[in-house]
């Protein structure tokens, strides 16, 4: 488990995407949560942020979730995933408490269809879901909100940051953002990312600062220009596909 540096006292975002699944060869959160963290770090001061890629795998995950939460006590859990019914952000507002039996990228089905042992049907995400929609539809960006995770992975991930949040008492921001799986070619995942509609690589990294700075009270952030993020992945964002946690 690596550690995490910087000043105690800064209250700390946790960020995570995850790895390839069965119908997903390459998942586009695996490259772009690590650019997500970097540009949050320099966008935003006063906090300490912590960035994870998540093995897909019903056990390991959810185990490493709780594990990070409890370390870092986060003030804010932004947790992505992608979806093929996905067009542009859509900002998740629930996790149930039920799984699908599908295989995870281990081959490993969940142990059962319920998450959590007597735990309520549903928990409410924490994340100011309308605001956030709000405000990246005024940068022009496409954003919904959904009711609904899905029965895989991500509403696990989901419904258990949200469970652990609840028991501990914590006063966790926590949701989940769904993104396109088509914004990215999985035949060259590093070196041709795609636009997906109107979304492309460098709104969803503006965006997902701007559902950052939606979630902490604070102003809009950078200005949307052209700038060449799907052109220019450099070595930094490479290096991000080899490691499993990027941190400050």
Do not use: K
Not at 100 to 106: G, K
Not at 209 to 218: C, V, Y
């Amino acid at each position: 488990m690596p550690t995490h540096s910087g000043p105690q006292d800064r209250p700390v975002i946790l960020i995570t995407g995850f790895g390839p699944f069965p119908t997903v060869a390459a998942n586009a959160t695996s490259i772009l949560v690590p650019r997500i963290a970097e540009t949050a770090r320099q966008a935003i001061p006063g906090v300490a942020i912590a960035a994870h890629i998540l093995p897909t795998e019903w056990e390991t995950s959810l185990s490493l979730v709780h594990a990070l939460t409890q370390r870092l006590r986060p003030a804010v859990a932004l947790h992505f995933g992608v979806s093929g019914r996905a067009t542009g952000f859509e900002i998740e507002t629930r996790g149930r408490n039920r799984c699908c039996l599908s295989e995870d990228a281990a081959g490993r089905l969940p142990t059962d269809v319920c998450l959590s042992a007597g735990g309520p049907e549903f928990l409410p995400a924490t994340l100011p879901a309308a605001h956030i929609v709000t405000r990246l539809r005024q940068r022009g960006l496409p954003a919904q909100i959904s009711r609904d995770a899905g029965g895989y992975l991500c509403n696990a991930l989901l419904y258990r940051s949200l469970e652990i949040a609840r028991r501990s008492n914590a006063p966790t921001r926590t949701g989940f953002v769904h993104l396109p799986t088509s914004l990215i070619n999985e035949r060259r995942p590093a070196c041709e990312p795609r636009i997906s509609g109107r979304l492309t690589w460098d709104d969803v990294v503006d965006g997902s600062l701007e559902i950052l700075l939606a979630t902490l009270g604070r102003r809009s952030g950078r200005p949307r220009n052209g700038g060449g993020f799907g052109v220019m992945m450099n070595r930094r964002v490479h290096a991000g596909l080899r490691s499993t946690t990027v941190e400050t």
